[in-house]
């Protein structure tokens, strides 16, 4: 069983930055993909970015491309999110999420392990 635990989040106003971290606890980290999620009020969970366990390949949602960067550090078991020029639509509940495979995927029924969440409010 793999525990994931977010941190990292906050309220910040439009233009700012947060970073967020993921840190698992399982010692296969570097074996597996990882995504951020993210859920806002009243709207579906949706996927926001993926990496591959090597940390070589990335995807991004259209809505967040050039504004967020997804990294891992394999030996510290932990992912990052990296938020710059935040607006009021990426104002929601921020998952971090695991699967057995080596590639990422956006659908949210291919993971395994997910977080708790971390709230992430950006005002206007």
């Known amino acids: 069983q793999v525990q994931l635990k977010e941190s990292g989040g906050g309220s910040v106003p439009t233009g700012g930055s947060l970073r967020l971290s993921c840190t698992a606890s399982?010692?296969?980290?570097?074996?597996?993909?990882m995504a951020w999620f993210r859920q806002a009020p009243r709207n579906e969970r949706e996927f926001v970015t993926g990496?591959?366990?090597?940390?070589?390949?990335?995807q991004y949602a259209d809505s967040v491309k050039g504004r967020f960067t997804i990294s891992r550090d394999n030996a510290e078991n932990t992912l990052y999110l990296q938020m710059d020029n935040l607006r009021p639509d990426d104002t929601a509940v921020y998952y971090c999420?695991?699967?057995?495979?080596?590639?990422?995927?956006?659908?949210?029924?291919?993971?395994?392990?997910w977080g708790q969440g971390t709230q992430v409010t950006v005002s206007s």
């Open positions: 399982d010692g296969t980290f570097s074996g597996h993909a």
């Open positions: 999420a695991s699967t057995m495979a080596a590639m990422y995927t956006i659908r949210d029924t291919w993971y395994d392990w």
């Open positions: 990496i591959n366990a090597r940390g070589d390949s990335t």
